[in-house]
């Protein structure tokens, strides 16, 4: 979705909001496409948490960063090889007559969904949070060594 519009006191728009609005494209990836290639990126949501996959020989884990969401607010689930996670982060109350003069921070759904390679085991997947950060451990199932088949002629008979 597109990124949260900002509302000032002043509604006419200034000179150096194009050019503000070209820097925040090309430091968020919007600008050349990264945001819409990211097939894990649901359109439903309203931001998309930055993640890190890294492959070890034993596991898979994924680095979320979810700053301002509780842990246990997040919904992980595992279906048919896809890994989604689900949340919300909830944006600042507004009290009355208050104005901002900026609002950059990102806040409402989010909804990503990894496809896992065929080596991932479902069954093993654990998560926590801490600081800001969704850690998921995804292990590796054991390898399976390629067996041989012998085969043979039919006699005649």
Same mark, same amino acid.
């Given at each position: 979705?597109? /990124?949260?519009?900002? /509302? ?17 494209? $090309?430091?968020?990836?919007? $600008? ?5 290639? &990211? ?6 949501? /309203?931001?998309?948490?930055? %993640? ?8 898979? %884990? ?7 969401? &509780? ?7 595992? &279906? ?40 991932? &085991? ?27 088949? /012998? ?7």
């Amino acid at each position: 979705m597109s /990124q949260t519009s900002m /509302q000032r006191g002043n509604q006419w728009p200034r000179p150096q909001d194009p050019m503000g609005q070209l820097f925040d494209r $090309l430091f968020d990836g919007s $600008l050349f496409g990264d945001n819409s290639s &990211d097939e894990s990126a649901v359109v439903t949501s /309203q931001w998309v948490p930055r %993640v890190d996959i890294k492959e070890e020989n034993d596991r898979f %884990v994924l680095f979320a960063d979810i700053p301002g969401v &509780d842990p246990a607010d997040i919904e992980i689930q595992m &279906d048919k090889g896809l890994l989604t996670i689900k949340g919300e982060r909830m944006g600042v109350a507004k009290q009355e007559g208050e104005r901002f003069s900026r609002i950059e921070r990102r806040h409402g759904v989010f909804h990503r969904r990894f496809a896992l390679p065929d080596s991932a &085991d479902p069954d093993g997947i654990t998560a926590h949070g801490e600081n800001g950060v969704l850690e998921i451990v995804i292990p590796k199932r054991p390898e399976t060594t390629p067996r041989r088949i /012998q085969v043979g002629a039919r006699k005649a008979g």
